[in-house]
């Protein structure tokens, strides 16, 4: 089992920036494939970026487009945390966020075996 814990969120103004921090606990984190997804209100769940870990270094990252160049995923796998910093926020990315995780590379929902509570993100315009 793997246990996450999401924390970070908030009131931003559009351009603020913010950071979310995921805490694990269980199993080895460096096994898995760590991902962010947000719900907004009245959607799906939508990838927002994933990180796999290897060798000590980040081996494998990407981001959905909408988040490209403004959101970065990082782990420190010492602490069992993983982050994402969001910068130049836009009310589009108003939503509640989840870390998550899986012993496969995807980016669908559905296969992430392992699920935070969520954190509340609003950006005002």
């Known amino acids: 089992q793997v246990q996450l814990v999401e924390s970070g969120g908030g009131l931003v103004q559009a351009g603020g920036s913010l950071r979310l921090s995921c805490a694990a606990s269980?199993?080895?984190?460096?096994?898995?494939?760590m991902a962010w997804f947000r719900q907004a209100p009245g959607k799906g769940r939508e990838f927002v970026a994933r990180?796999?870990?290897?060798?000590?270094?980040?081996?494998?990252?990407d981001y959905a487009d909408p988040v490209k160049g403004r959101f970065t995923i990082s782990r420190d796998n010492a602490k069992n945390t993983l982050y994402l910093q969001m910068n130049s926020l836009k009310p589009e990315d108003t939503a509640v966020y989840y870390c998550?995780?899986?012993?496969?590379?995807?980016?669908?929902?559905?296969?992430?075996?392992?699920w935070g509570q969520g954190t509340q993100v609003t950006v005002s315009s």
């Open positions: 998550a995780a899986s012993l496969v590379v995807t980016t669908t929902p559905g296969g992430y075996d392992y």
């Open positions: 269980g199993r080895t984190f460096g096994n898995y494939v």
């Open positions: 990180s796999r870990w290897g060798g000590g270094v980040i081996y494998y990252s």
